[in-house]
């Protein structure tokens, strides 16, 4: 599985010849400039929640790829209505895809759309494949639910929001990451905004002292599990 961060809390994830995007954030991101959306490869675009900062580019990379979205059944039914194909989840489901298995997970958040209008409950996803597992928490508090994920999944890396204010922070992160049974942290969901800013190197120590090991990515570079 090969992972690579589009900056803020979008990835594109290739699990055999499947190519995944999600919540694609990346026009508007002047850290991102370099990622041309208009190259991106995607088969599904997974969407954790329905803020801009993790749908914006959905539309444009859909009108180019013909991609399916994945998301809670409020956000798949805003992109139906709009013609665009998906499949819809909720908290604590599973379903089995060619690729894997996805199981949509609690998050403690919001998620509007930004015109306001209802985007369901937030989530995040474990992305089970033959070629590994992954938890993407979205933007969540850090919350004890975590501790029911490796009760059913072990986790080979755990992505985590760490840049604070509107997610949980570093400290919290260190503590998810015991939570969801996984030392190998990508973060994500930091830097973009003046809001979220964050020493990496003080991030990368927390998870050092931890005995943990926490991997920034430079934005369109990537790791492979
Ligand atoms: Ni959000
Ligand atoms: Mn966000």
């Known amino acids: 599985m090969k992972i690579t961060y589009l900056g803020h809390a979008a990835l594109s994830i290739e699990v055999g010849n499947t190519h995944m995007i ?20 995607a088969d599904y675009i997974l969407i954790t ?3 801009q900062d993790h749908i914006v ?12 979205i994945v998301s809670n059944f409020e956000i798949v039914n805003h992109y139906a209505a709009k013609g665009i194909e998906g499949h819809p989840m909720n908290h604590g489901g599973s379903w089995k895809f060619d690729f894997g298995r996805l199981t949509y997970t609690n998050a403690i958040h919001t998620s509007s759309f930004p015109d306001g209008s209802y985007g369901g409950q937030p989530g995040g996803f474990i992305l089970e ?14 919350t004890m639910d975590m501790k029911l994920i490796p009760m059913k999944c072990q986790i080979d890396l755990a992505v985590l929001p760490i840049g604070d204010n509107f997610t949980m922070g570093i400290d919290s992160a260190v503590i998810a990451s015991d939570f969801v049974g996984c ?43």
């Open 49 to 51: 929640h329905a803020h």
């Open 183 to 225: 030392n190998k942290v990508l973060g994500y969901h930091y830097d973009t905004f003046g809001y979220i800013v964050i020493d990496h190197d003080q991030a990368k120590l927390a998870f050092k002292k931890a005995g943990k090991n926490l991997t920034l990515l430079p934005i369109g570079e990537s790791l492979s599990i």
């Open 129 to 142: 494949t033959e070629e590994g597992n992954i938890y993407i928490a979205g933007d969540t508090a850090l």
């Open 22 to 41: 999600i919540d694609p954030f990346i026009s508007p991101n002047e850290l991102a400039k370099d990622i041309d959306v208009n190259a991106l490869k």
């Open 57 to 68: 580019d959905v539309e444009a990379i859909v009108a180019n790829t013909g991609a399916k």
